[in-house]
């Protein structure tokens, strides 16, 4: 037997960035903290970058916390549902270019999460990686990690929790 | 007294986040304070329902935690958030102005302790609830 030949290189990565644009450009709020995300294989990384109407503290200045929360959970949120589409993606499946922002699959919800505020966030770009822990059916366990200038030296860390979102399950009865 | 909750509603509004996110200090003194944000397009999460992003509850959570802290009888001076968990509850209804009210129930000389809730119109059941510690930092 004889495997399939692989698909060139240009059609995976052309799936693969049309399905993480899908997921992230479609959210007005992701766009007004002005957070992206870049893709090496099937590992995401965010990017926020650094703008004035994010700072929480004129006099040092830092970074303000509710923007560091919203960062982390955006990362765990979005790295969640990368993770829960990729078969999706790499089977062909969920094909971002015959939908519209509207079709989109329906996504993991947060259910809590919990900050750690390591150091103040500087006046720069920030960067946060987020790790699945578990994800089972119904919930899933995550957590993430933000830095700035080095990245053994955390600015902010967090876990959470999130609901998965109702699979079409089959009939029972 | 006075000075130091003028000071606070001041330093709040000065806030270059919570202006871009509309929040307004509502009340504020004696280790209290309410923050309101009006429904903005830009702050939703969801383009299918138009529901606000978890993460612009948790920036009005943390200014309000932040708030009540500064206007606490025994804080000297600032504040900053050490920890900071977040339940959501259920989504905001879209179009409706979310209220946060948060209070510093117990303060020592380094640690402040707090807790918040959100609602919209439907005030008796929450949007989301916030318990944190934060810094007392010393003047």
């Known amino acids: 037997m004889s495997r399939p030949r692989p698909e060139p290189i240009q059609v995976v990565k052309q799936r693969r960035d049309a399905a993480l644009k899908a997921l992230v450009e479609g959210v007005p709020y992701i766009r007004f903290l002005g957070i992206e995300f870049e893709r090496r294989g099937d590992e995401l990384t965010a990017l926020l970058n650094f703008d004035d109407k994010l700072i929480g503290n004129p006099f040092l200045p830092a970074i303000h916390g509710g923007v560091t929360a919203a960062f982390l959970e955006t990362t765990m949120i979005i790295t969640l549902s990368w993770a829960y589409l990729w078969p999706d993606i790499e089977s062909g499946a969920f094909d971002p270019e015959k939908m519209g922002a509207e079709d989109l699959p329906r996504l993991p919800k947060t259910i809590n999460f919990t900050v750690d505020y390591l150091r103040s966030g500087l006046p720069r770009d920030a960067y946060a990686r987020a790790t699945v822990s578990r994800s089972g059916r119904r919930y899933a366990s995550m957590r993430v990690e933000a830095w700035q200038d080095n990245r053994d030296k955390l600015f902010a860390q967090a876990a959470g929790h999130f609901l998965m979102p109702p699979r079409d399950a089959p009939d029972n009865g | ?139």
């Open chain 2, 1 to 139: 007294m006075v000075d130091k909750v003028e000071l606070a509603r001041k330093f709040i509004e000065a806030i270059p986040h919570a202006k871009a996110l509309g929040m307004r200090l509502t009340d504020i003194g004696a280790g209290n304070a309410q923050i309101e944000m009006a429904y903005d397009k830009k702050l939703v999460g969801d383009p299918k329902t138009g529901v606000v992003h978890g993460g612009a509850v948790s920036a009005m959570m943390d200014t309000c935690c932040g708030a009540a802290v500064m206007s606490h009888p025994s804080a000297p001076g600032g504040t900053a958030t050490i920890d900071l968990r977040i339940d959501y509850m259920r989504a905001a209804t879209p179009g409706q102005t979310i209220r946060t009210s948060a209070t510093c129930y117990h303060i020592t000389r380094s640690v402040a302790f707090v807790r918040a809730t959100a609602t919209d119109d439907d005030a008796d059941r929450p949007v989301a609830t916030a318990s944190g510690a934060f810094t007392v930092e010393r003047r």
